[in-house]
């Protein structure tokens, strides 16, 4: 090409047009868990290790510490990909402490806090967390503060030995991240890591059913007992599950096998009393606004907003269309979008959208009536 001529043809790629919404990962779990006589080439000591092979690092773990337990809880459920913060066990219950609830030691976090760094170190972001076997209200706080950090989800035991306690637990806390769940259970009479239990099954009701399904009323495989009595009838409330359900604990049935029971979070804000409330809101929010970063410096024209409304319109139907979702819509509102801050490169898009709501309680209504006497009467005159 000279001068500006060019005999033949050229393409200006013009790459406008709706994009696709990927969900993201959801059945990632964050596991904090000590282990000392363990394969330091599968395992990164006092660091995090990415773990995409569930039996291998069984087989690392060695057996002392909460590492190869937890591993097998969770493994007894599916074999997710799991993000491992291991910690170094110590003597001294307040330096165990301080590990487990973590920080950051020359330039590299440690502990729970450890779990904001997955994602720039792995790619992937842990939404499921725990640190079995250390709960209390201090490491189950840092569970907290976490989760809201990484748009995750918290579950955690509670450390006490009475359903009051459990709820005086409870009333510590007031995040939407958080499920607790008492007492433990057990295996051939000895207390296991619950939380490692319900974390492995969060993640397989992620993977088989979706994440518009509750922890609750799902068979957990490998338990055997629950640590404590714990009375339950499916029609009564005055039930010490149903005691602990109404305080918004969870807790272990045995009906057709062990199971938890309860759906609720410790949400201060009854929008997101369920469990699946909070995770959708957090999924549904990561997954849109991740699909679009190709937008951020693009130009604000009109062919791409409705681009961005329609490629979200597209993904709630669906949601709606596989039953995580009632339904919801995307619009962009005059109102909201002034010319002053159009110009300054800022667009505010609205959308909204309905969970599907638990079966916390179902009512039949039973009546008794003469009606069918009638008929047995007619049928017998006749």
Request: glycine residues 8%; charged residues 20%.
């Amino acid at each position: 090409m000279t001068n500006g001529y060019h005999h033949g043809a050229s393409v200006t790629e013009i790459n406008e047009g709706t994009r696709a919404i990927r969900t993201i990962s959801t059945a990632v779990i964050g596991l904090v868990a000590t282990a000392e006589n363990f394969d330091d080439k599968i395992i990164n000591a006092g660091g995090l290790t990415l773990i995409t092979d569930v039996d291998a690092a069984i087989d690392a773990a060695g057996d002392k510490g909460t590492l190869k337990p937890a591993l097998e809880a969770i493994a007894l459920q599916c074999k997710p990909i799991i993000v491992l913060s291991h910690i170094a066990t110590s003597d001294d219950p307040a330096a165990l402490k301080a590990a487990v609830i973590g920080g950051i030691n020359d330039g590299k976090y440690f502990g729970i806090k450890a779990f904001e760094a997955a994602k720039s170190k792995f790619g992937v972001t842990p939404r499921i967390i725990g640190a079995p076997g250390f709960e209390d209200a201090e490491v189950i706080s840092q569970l907290v503060a976490t989760a809201q950090a990484v748009r995750g989800f918290a579950y955690a035991q509670a450390p006490v030995d009475n359903k009051e306690d459990a709820v005086t637990l409870r009333d510590k806390f007031g995040a939407r991240e958080l499920m607790l769940i008492w007492p433990d259970a057990t295996i051939g009479g000895e207390s296991v890591l619950t939380a490692a239990y319900a974390l492995g099954l969060r993640a397989k009701i992620d993977a088989e059913t979706g994440w518009h399904k509750t922890l609750s009323n799902v068979p957990v495989n490998g338990l055997t007992g629950i640590e404590f009595d714990i009375t339950f009838d499916l029609q009564n409330p005055n039930t010490d599950a149903g005691y602990l359900n109404s305080n918004e604990v969870s807790t272990l049935i045995n009906e057709s096998g062990f199971r938890f029971w309860g759906d609720r979070t410790c949400s201060a804000d009854p929008l997101f009393a369920f469990e699946n409330y909070t995770r959708s809101a957090q999924i549904i929010r990561e997954s849109i606004a991740e699909a679009h970063l190709y937008a951020i410096s693009k130009g604000i024209t009109k062919i791409s907003a409705s681009n961005i409304v329609e490629s979200v319109n597209r993904q709630i139907r669906q949601w709606v269309s596989q039953g995580r979702l009632l339904g919801g819509k995307c619009w962009i509102s005059q109102d909201a979008n002034g010319i002053d801050q159009i110009k300054d490169g800022k667009l505010v898009i609205d959308y909204e959208y309905t969970p599907i709501p638990p079966l916390e309680h179902l009512n039949f209504q039973q009546r008794i009536t003469d009606s069918y006497i009638e008929d047995l009467v007619a049928g017998i005159s006749g």
